[in-house]
């Protein structure tokens, strides 16, 4: 009721000037006048209804307490103005020792002087008067009352943390603005820099700086829908693209088997060397875009958390000479020489085979697309500690350092003169760091423009980070949905490439994946 009261009268009272305490003595005179005023109402017409007829006594009445309400109005408020004498103690606004409280005046935004209890003793601030424009009468509780209801608990923490031997506490809260206007908010966020001032008079005092941080909170606000929008339009692509690969592989297939069987001349001779050609660009071009398919599926799952690692020991030179048994007709036929040194201390590592083998390929194919005829490609592999290292260099065209923090986004690719009329999709090397960092391991690259590019990847002999990755890819799991239909299909995919030596369909996915996606690693 007495906040009502004060917003009534501050419509028509001369704005408070912050700290002077007359104004504080003439809302109290409005509302002393209001609280007779509102008891005389009903007993002045019931007193003169004795002596004059009721009809008469009710308007009488009203008329002589409105007219009375008025005159003791303006009679206190004027001599509430005209009184010079000290405050009552209870109204006498709180001066520290030191500086003095004129001081609190030149201070930014709404500063104000709280006791024990969180009640407002005074009010100060260089912006004071531009903060009592729209709030209510601060004084008292009248502060912690506009705070928003949700906020008020952690302003009283911040209050009790004070209490207990605190020096300083910074708190967000939402006042409640009064009036609100329709393009208005009816909240405003303040952001309260509070201060222990230390006892006075045997009562903690608390100094709270308030400002106005509704356009940061706007901003917080923009940039965190803005972030909710861009991974759902992530999601959306990783979806489209696993969706739209796993449509392509079921007529991919098709290609790659029929033409097989017509290049192999089963079923009768083809005419001309002319038709036999054509059969096979077809093949090839089919196991080309398989290839592109097949890494648009793995990058994927990996970006979903749906890739799945199958931890199993296995020899190191095994998956490093199958990957030179694989890629070496295509290292001979552009005249570049591969070679692979493996020490002898290395033996086996825990893993899953198929994504080392997978890891290899690709960075031995990209580093064979771009090395000139005469150059040297080689792998390495050493034991370091506990971690396995394999190292992939060439004496190819290499890059220059500042386009090296630009490699490994998928679809981006460094395009010049000289390696634009290389092939790619970009997203070879993008896969290689997603399958390294699936087993905990970590990936380098060193290069210079026409001197070569060292890879090196690094993984644990014992598979450790893989148990770090497999819970987190298990809680990941619950929290994305893959295509519904992907997921039955993504395991026979799977199974069917986890020996890609047992059928020529399979190796030829990953010699074309070397050759095209993971020769885009250094282009990416």
Excluded at 254 to 282: H, P, T
Excluded at 392 to 403: F, H, L, P
Excluded at 463 to 474: K, L, N, P, T, Y
Aim: hydrophobic share 45%.
């Amino acid at each position: 009721m007495a906040s009502r009261v004060d917003d009534a009268a501050r419509l028509w009272l001369p704005r408070p000037v912050a700290g002077e305490p007359v104004a504080v003595r003439e809302f109290a005179v409005v509302r002393a006048v209001a609280a007779a005023a509102l008891i005389a109402f009903p007993t002045v017409p019931l007193a003169l209804s004795a002596a004059l007829p009721v009809s008469l006594a009710l308007p009488v009445g009203a008329a002589l307490v409105g007219a009375a309400a008025l005159v003791a109005a303006a009679g206190g408020i004027a001599y509430a103005r005209n009184r010079k004498a000290d405050f009552p103690a209870a109204e006498q606004p709180f001066e520290p020792a030191g500086n003095g409280a004129r001081h609190y005046d030149c201070f930014a935004g709404l500063v104000t002087i709280h006791d024990a209890r969180g009640s407002v003793t005074s009010v100060h601030g260089r912006d004071a008067e531009a903060y009592l424009a729209w709030m209510r009468n601060p004084s008292g509780r009248g502060f912690i009352e506009q705070i928003h209801v949700s906020d008020r608990i952690v302003f009283l923490q911040a209050i009790d943390l004070l209490r207990q031997g605190g020096h300083l506490a910074t708190i967000d809260i939402r006042l409640e603005r009064p009036n609100v206007f329709a393009e208005g908010e009816q909240f405003v966020h303040m952001r309260c820099e509070m201060t222990a001032l230390g006892e006075i008079d045997g009562e903690l005092s608390i100094l709270v700086q308030s400002r106005d941080v509704s356009e940061e909170a706007r901003l917080r606000s923009e940039a965190a829908h803005k972030t909710l929008l861009a991974e759902s339009a992530n999601d959306a692509k990783t979806r489209f693209l696993a969706a739209v690969s796993h449509e392509l592989r079921t007529p991919l297939n098709a290609i790659l088997g029929f033409s097989d069987i017509l290049s192999g001349e089963y079923f009768g001779k083809l005419q001309n060397d002319r038709q036999r050609e054509y059969v096979s660009l077809i093949n090839q071009s089919g196991s080309h875009l398989l290839s592109v398919v097949n890494t648009m599926l793995d990058m994927s799952k990996i970006e979903a958390g749906r890739y799945e690692l199958i931890p199993e020991p296995f020899r190191v030179a095994d998956v490093v000479n199958a990957c030179e048994a694989m890629l070496g007709l295509q290292a001979r036929e552009k005249g570049v020489q591969l070679t692979s040194r493996i020490m002898r201390n290395v033996a086996e590592v825990n893993a899953d085979q198929r994504a080392i083998q997978q890891i290899l390929i690709n960075l031995v194919g990209n580093a064979i697309k771009f090395t000139d005829r005469g150059g040297l490609v080689t792998i390495d592999a050493e034991v370091v500690g506990t971690d396995l290292n394999l190292v992939v260099s060439d004496t190819g065209i290499g890059i220059a350092e500042n386009k090296l923090a630009m490699l490994g986004q998928p679809f981006v690719q460094i395009q010049n003169d000289y390696t634009r009329k290389y092939e790619g999709t970009g997203l070879g090397l993008s896969l290689v760091k997603g399958l390294v960092a699936l087993h905990g391991g970590r990936f380098d690259m060193r290069s210079r423009a026409g001197e070569g590019t060292v890879v090196t990847v690094t993984i644990a002999l014992d598979g450790s980070g893989i148990r770090a990755s497999d819970e987190q890819e298990s809680v990941e799991q619950t929290m994305v949905e893959f295509p519904p239909r992907l997921k039955e299909h993504r395991r026979e995919s799977t199974n069917g490439r986890a020996h890609p030596e047992t059928s020529r369909t399979d190796a030829r996915e990953l010699n074309g994946g070397a050759g095209h996606d993971g020769s885009q690693a250094k282009t990416a």
